[in-house]
Every structure is written in C-alpha cells, then in structure tokens.
C-alpha cells in the first residue's frame, strides 16, 4: 500500500528510479498534489480496513518511495498522510468493534526521518537493511520490524545463520518481529526462506534460555 509511492506511478506514467516528475509536481503543483494524496489516503484506509475485515491480523502501509523525499518532504506532507491513515484506519476499525490488530509503517530510506515516524502512531516500524539496528533501538520507541537484508538469503546456510544470529543478539527478542529488510527476490531459494525462519525460532529460544513465554517475537 502506497501513498506517495502510488503518487509516483501516477505522475512518471512509468517505474523511475528517481520519480522526478512526481517531485517536480511536487515543488510546482503543491495543492494538486494534495488533493491527490489526501483522495489516495481514503481509498487505502477503505482497503486497509477491507483486508481485515477479510481476515488480516496485521496491515502494513508500505511507502517504498520515502527514501526519495527530502526531510522537509517527509514532515510536511508524507508524515500528514501517514498519520492520517493510521488514525482513520483505527477509528475506523474501533467503531466496527475490531480491536487488537496492528498496523505496520515501512518507509524504505526514511531513516533520517525515524522521530517523525516514531510519533504517527503506528504499533510497527518496519526498516530496512540499511539501518544500523543500535540506532534504530535509539529513535524507535515501539516495536521494530526488520531488517535482514533480502540478498543475505542467497548466502550459504552456515552464513545465513550467522546473519540471523547477529540481527537478533543486535534487536534482542523484545518489541521485535524478524523479518527482511525488504522483499523476497524471485529467484531466492525457498530452502534459505525456510532455514531464515527456523533458524530466527532457534536462535531466540537460545536468546530466551529456551522459554517460549518470554519470546514476543513473530515472524
């Protein structure tokens, strides 16, 4: 689920590396903009909201275009928009009398923005690899998601194993769900996909003195 990131599509007419026609209307055409990305911020609460509805336990609003926008981009009309899909989208699910799902924020390559991002009021922020896991811990106040990166599964097990291992001694087991960085490569072999996330269980009962009650960890 995009905001800005669809804003992108929308205004390049094509994937881009830099979605600098999208930027461009951004510094030009600030109010049109708006009024698209405020249209944009319903149409994903309304899906958000339908995924649960048709079973999810967890949402994610994914923003892989973050990274593009400027600080200043990111505060003033990004953050307004993320904010306001989290806080509809729980309005939305409180009075329909569903509770306890939570909603996940990626931003890929926001990471100079993580203050901003640790008060929109999302139960998860989601990382990528690019991000150092001590710093992440200092400016995220609730739970993490993250950050293997995705090519570390193209890794042997053995080495495979030691990345996990180090990712966890690194987040430790509290307020943190594993996960990659970013998404699975096609051509990734399902055998390391499965070894990741036996090997994420293995590593955290070790971590937890073999106690599954002290494991809040999900992957």
Known sequence: VLSSGINAEYGDGQPSKTCSKSKRWLYQHICKSNSLLNLLTECIVEHLFAQVAAGCSMVQVFETNAGLLTPEMI???????????????????????????????????ANQSLPVLNKLGYDVI??????????????????IQGNLDPCALYA???????????MLNKFGTRKFIAN???????DVDPDNVSHFVDAVH????????????EMSLYT
């Open 75 to 109: 505060n003033t009309i990004l953050a307004p928009q993320l904010e306001c899909i989290c806080t509809s989208l729980k309005k939305k699910l409180t009075h329909h009398g569903i509770e306890g799902v939570p909603i996940a924020l990626f931003c890929k390559g």
């Open 126 to 143: 989601s990382i990528d690899w690019s991000l150092d896991p001590e710093i992440a811990r200092e400016f995220l106040s609730g739970t």
């Open 156 to 166: 042997d097990k053995d080495k495979l194993h030691e990345l996990t291992k180090n």
């Open 180 to 186: 990659l960085g970013h998404g699975i490569y096609p």
């Open 202 to 213: 293995d590593i955290s009962l070790g971590i937890n003195g073999g106690d599954n009650n």
